[in-house]
């Protein structure tokens, strides 16, 4: 099993729908992370997690909310989806030092298209 | 505020020459990591080299070697002898210090590198 898993992988939905993106990892790590990536801007980062009891904006958390229910999983809610969130998505962890190579591990991404 | 700036939107190469992605970055913080990733086409994000800021010497990892120029702000990834499977979206990112520890993850716009046979 991947250390870091995202469902679904692929996702349509319509405009004014909610919808769920989770995100489950077994690294043991206490801080993940919710990032979408758009053609030509790179992966921007929505919400972010230390631990159960802290969680923080990104640079662009408008019209998405997140809710860290363990250590282990971390979702991200579209309340009222609309189509410029049409993105890949992307969980990832880290561990406290977060450097080298063990520092951040990415799920393999959630597409969602919004129509 | 922390920037990650590549200037690069897409590149091409010949198969077995070298090619250097640029990466520029913008920090006050002094304690400072810096990151290159690979995307394939498959979408998943694959960890290539990691640079520290008080690391004394350039980080290498097989074929892939980062050029850091500390007074310059700059982090290049190197790869040499180009192959088939490097074509692939690049980014170049770098962590970001809170609560004085590593924290989040800022990103680049992103380099495509077109390898050719």
């Known amino acids: 099993d991947a250390d870091v898993t995202q469902t679904p992988r692929n996702r349509i939905t319509k405009t004014g729908k909610r919808i769920m993106l989770e995100c489950s990892q077994t690294?043991?790590?206490?801080?993940m992370y919710w990032y979408r990536q758009d053609p030509g801007l790179g992966l921007r980062l929505i919400y972010y997690s230390f631990d159960v009891k802290d969680i923080n904006k990104g640079e662009i958390s408008d019209g998405y909310s997140v809710s860290r229910q363990a250590q282990a999983k971390f979702s991200l809610s579209l309340e009222s989806a609309i189509p410029n969130q049409t993105a890949l998505y992307f969980c990832?962890?880290?561990?406290?030092?977060?450097?080298?190579?063990?520092?951040?591990?990415f799920g393999s991404g959630t597409r969602l298209t919004v129509v | 505020a922390q920037k990650i700036t590549q200037t690069q939107p897409g590149m091409f190469v010949q198969e077995k020459e070298a090619v250097t992605l640029d990466c520029t970055y913008d920090t006050s913080d002094p304690s400072y990591g810096l990151f290159w990733y690979k995307q394939p086409s498959s979408g998943e994000m694959i960890f290539l080299i990691y640079q520290g800021s008080y690391d004394q010497q350039n980080a290498t990892e097989g074929r892939y070697s980062l050029n850091f120029q500390k007074a310059r702000k700059s982090a290049n990834l190197v790869i040499s002898a180009s192959q088939l499977g490097d074509s692939a979206m690049y980014f170049c990112?770098?962590?970001?210090?809170?609560?004085?520890?590593?924290?989040?993850?800022?990103f680049g716009q992103g380099t495509e590198l077109s390898v050719k046979p």
């Open positions: 690294k043991g790590h206490d801080r």
């Open positions: 990112a770098m962590r970001e210090v809170v609560y004085n520890q590593g924290g989040k993850l800022i």
């Open positions: 990832a962890t880290s561990d406290l030092d977060s450097s080298g190579t063990y520092g951040y591990t």
